[in-house]
């Protein structure tokens, strides 16, 4: 008994731990510089100026007096569509309990994320969720990265729309993720992707997820009509994420596009070619697995993980917080293949060796974070749909035992 309510009260350490190390690290290291952006572009507007123009002349001046960009030189343009802009006129407007509201919401969308995901582990992974997920934000797609600390917007359409699929899985209704993603998708149009989700895994959703797709598209397309300077120093600011900060991602394509870009190379036709190249098998693969997952071949713990980490690869700009809301399910996945494993202690130890290594990569430099991320999420991945596959071939096998002996009698 008592060793029982030890072991039950290390996670409660875990957290403890994990709330003091927040107020530390942001001693330490220059935070929330995702929403000094924000803020400065609320401020532009304000007293009437273009953001986008302001951050555009404020990387110019940086860029000409040779500063690249980083965490301390902050040097980031606001670049996020024009639609965004009434409602960034709004908070600006706001007293400063506005940005405390914020920073309120931002917790409880990181706690969510944390929340809805952890709902993929059977009853003999619970126990190893809960020591995990205080260590979730800190790693997210399982490298260490101070990206918790920027106070980007991601995480707060991460966690509304993770707690709107939560309720569309429990109650089937499926209207609020779809209010949710196209919210998001007015941000970040790369997250229409996220209508994945609902269509491959629940029934009957092809058409409300494709209506919503095609609302955001709208939604994107039409901007350049309603506000057409703003789209179009928009587009720059965006562009000048490439050329300045290298901020390609970190998803397959995105790496490709680093590569070209550090070889002095066009890159955006190649790609495009070379995502469409991925995420076509891609999705195939996933609607094949979903396909089975209708018909009861695995369940949705097991699907789950594998669901969201396959989705968030079909984003074509992966950035660390885009990869957060996966850390819980890769390391899921990371886990059930250790437990199948013929020597787990083997499997471990080597696990814990390559989280060190990839680890260390993700630290050493800005390019080796990128591809540590994107080589860790596709081996996770691979790893999880290799085993689904497998388990796919083992049921075929058995029930093709099964039918072979009435077959004979017959």
């Not at 960009?69 to 009434?86: C, G, I, K």
């Not at 996220?194 to 939604?219: D, N, Y």
């Not at 397959?252 to 190649?270: D, K, Q």
């Amino acid at each position: 008994m008592g060793r029982n309510r030890l072991l039950s009260f290390i996670p409660w350490v875990f957290w403890i731990s994990a709330c003091f190390a927040v107020p530390i690290w942001v001693s330490t290291l220059q935070a929330h510089w995702d929403f000094d952006v924000y803020a400065r572009a609320a401020h532009s507007l304000h007293i009437g100026h273009d953001p986008y123009m302001d951050g555009i002349a404020e990387q110019e001046r940086l860029h000409r007096d040779g500063q690249p960009p980083s965490d301390d030189n902050v040097s980031y343009s606001y670049v996020y569509p024009p639609v965004t802009l009434p409602l960034l006129r709004l908070l600006g407007g706001l007293p400063h309990w506005g940005v405390l509201a914020y920073w309120l919401l931002y917790v409880a969308a990181v706690l969510a994320q944390i929340w809805v995901c952890m709902k993929a582990g059977v009853a003999q992974e619970r126990y190893f969720l809960a020591l995990f997920a205080p260590a979730a934000a800190f790693f997210p797609g399982l490298a260490q990265t101070a990206t918790i600390l920027s106070g980007n917007i991601a995480y707060i359409l991460y966690g509304m729309v993770l707690l709107a699929a939560y309720f569309g899985w429990r109650r089937g209704n499926w209207y609020w993720f779809y209010a949710a993603v196209l919210l998001t998708a007015c941000f970040k149009p790369p997250y229409l992707t996220l209508l994945a989700i609902p269509v491959l895994s629940a029934r009957k959703q092809w058409l409300p997820a494709g209506i919503t797709g095609a609302a955001g598209v709208c939604i994107f397309a039409i901007q350049p009509l309603l506000w057409p300077d703003y789209y179009h120093h928009f587009l720059r600011a965006v562009a000048m994420q490439f050329s300045y900060n290298s901020d390609f991602g970190s998803s397959p394509a995105g790496i490709l596009g680093l590569v070209l870009f550090l070889e002095h190379m066009p890159y955006c036709s190649a790609t495009w070619i070379f995502y469409l190249a991925y995420a076509v098998p891609l999705f195939a693969l996933l609607v094949y697995l979903s396909r089975r997952y209708f018909e009861g071949t695995f369940t949705f713990e097991q699907w789950m993980p594998i669901l969201l980490c396959g989705t968030i690869l079909l984003n074509p700009r992966l950035i660390e917080y885009d990869l957060a809301p996966v850390t819980v399910p890769m390391a899921l996945l990371v886990f059930r293949h250790i437990l199948s494993s013929s020597n787990r202690l083997r499997h471990a130890l080597l696990t814990i060796v390559l989280f060190i290594a990839a680890n260390y990569a993700a630290y050493s430099s800005f390019y080796a974070a990128r591809w540590t991320e994107c080589l860790v999420l596709l081996a996770v991945f691979s790893t999880g749909s290799w085993r689904l596959l497998a388990q796919l071939r083992e049921s075929s096998v058995v029930e093709s035992e099964s039918v072979e002996p009435v077959e004979a009698m017959a």
